[in-house]
Structure formats: C-alpha cells, structure tokens
C-alpha cells in the first residue's frame, strides 16, 4: 500500500492506495506549531481509524507547498512507517515536460495535480484547483505544461472583504439562484464572490482554449472550493476531489519500479 501526504497552506491532506483503489482520505488542519511527534501521532490516528495497518505501507510520497511544514511531517511519515519519503520537487519524473521560465518553481500540488489529470483525461488539459488560491493551468496535446494563472481563493476574498471594510458583514458563501442581484450587502458580496471568480474560470478556460495546441482542451478541477465554485462556471468542468492524491500515485509509479 501507499501512503500520499500533500501538506497545503490550510490542510494537510493523507490518502492510502491499495493497488490503483484509494482505500482511505482524511484531512487535517496544516499548523506551524506541531512537532514532528505531534504529526506522527497524527497519521498514526489516521491510519488506525480507518483500519489501515503501518505494516502493509510499501512505499510513501508527498507533496508540500509549505516549507516550514515539510520538514517536519516528512520525519513523522519516516518515523512512522520506517520507510523512504519521496519527495515532489526538482528531478522528479513527471511525464509531462514542463515549459515555464522556471521549470523549479512548478508546485509539488500542481505537478502531482497535472499527473493525475493526464491519467484521468489526457491532454490538452485545463486543470483548476481551488484551494487557498485558486489556479489554473494549461497543457497542450503535446503533454507540455505551458503555464497559467493564480487567482485568489473564495474563502481568501470573503475574508479580505470583511477585513478590509467597516460596514460589510461576514458571510457565508452559498451557490446563487438564477437571479444574481444581490438585494442585501450579504448577498451581493456571495454574489461578486463567487460569480465573480466564475466569470473568471470561464474567461481563462476559454481563451487558453484558443493557444496553439489547445482546441477543445477539457477542464478538470480539484481543491476544497472547486465544487462551491464550478457550481457558478458556465464551462463543463470535470470534478475530482481526490485529483491530488491520485496524481501523487502516478508520480510513484514513475519514480520507482516499486509495486504497491
């Protein structure tokens, strides 16, 4: 079995395969403060709640955009399971080329993200994953990651507008009706929220449709906010909440001849 760790800005997200079958997903909140034992206590909990025994693990690989945290829950996978962590990062095999200024500065997320898109739809690709930020990414038939864009979050932005005004209220964000004038602040700003960043999946999706390599691209999306925000996308979006993970099993069959 594999054990997957991404540790994003907000959550830490665990997965096991068995074989290609994603046998468990739990998630944690991402906290500088934790130890090393604390994490490993953590995963340990993890894994026995959902019946997973240590033992059976034959292999772990993990993404981290964070690198105050990575350090740290790698130790607590190593402690644990006695195994090598493969790390996401430069040098590891992808199988797609990657062709921005800094091939280096592609995220652990992304790439695991763009791998398991590719296993799952093939290319050309548009792949969103709304998390913290929201980014999207294209990819040409060619299997080249050509680059993207990063937006803010939902959950960023209905924090910045409540922090950053006197008068406006905190919200909850909900997917709107048919009729998206707002009559009230609340609303309105749940409106511009979401169908704001909407308009501007679909805006990104279509004119990344139009570059060389491109045409008729389909579009994948990933990350705790991608169902409350596609919900309000015009675009056909695939949704994939375990794209992440699965994408980290591509990259370790690619990484090592290892079977899990």
């Known amino acids: 079995m594999l054990l997957a760790i991404v540790v994003g800005n907000s959550n830490i997200t665990v997965g096991v395969f068995d074989g290609g079958e994603l046998r468990m997903r739990a998630k944690v909140s991402a906290e500088a403060e934790r130890s090393a034992d604390e994490y490993m ?3 340990y909990d993890l894994l026995r709640v959902n019946g997973v025994d240590r033992e059976q693990l034959g292999g772990c690989i993990m993404a ?7 350090g740290l829950v790698e130790e607590a996978a190593v402690r644990l399971t006695g195994l090598r962590v493969i790390q996401v990062g430069p040098g590891t095999r992808t199988g797609f080329r990657i062709r921005i200024d800094d ?7 992304l790439a695991a993200d763009t791998a398991g898109a590719l296993a799952l739809c093939g290319a050309p690709l548009l792949i969103i994953d709304a998390g913290t930020v929201t980014t999207i990414a294209a990819v040409d038939e060619s299997r080249s990651y050509l680059g993207g864009c990063i937006l803010p979050g939902l959950y960023a932005s209905a924090a910045l507008l409540k922090n950053s005004t006197a008068l406006l209220p905190s919200i909850a964000l909900r997917p709107p009706g048919e009729n998206i004038l707002g009559k009230n602040s609340a609303d309105a700003m749940c409106y511009g ?3 704001g960043s909407a308009m501007m999946v679909d805006g990104f999706l279509d004119r990344y449709r139009t570059l060389p390599g491109m045409a008729g691209a389909k579009a994948v999306a990933t990350g705790g906010s991608a169902g409350l925000l596609t919900a309000s996308c015009r675009s056909e979006i695939i949704l994939d909440a375990d794209l992440t993970l699965k994408g980290l099993r591509e990259l370790y069959r690619l990484n090592t001849v290892k079977k899990i």
């Open 193 to 195: 929220l979401l169908c």
């Open 64 to 70: 981290s955009v964070v690198p105050s945290l990575t």
């Open 41 to 43: 206590v953590l995963l």
């Open 103 to 109: 091939p280096t500065e592609l995220g652990a997320d």
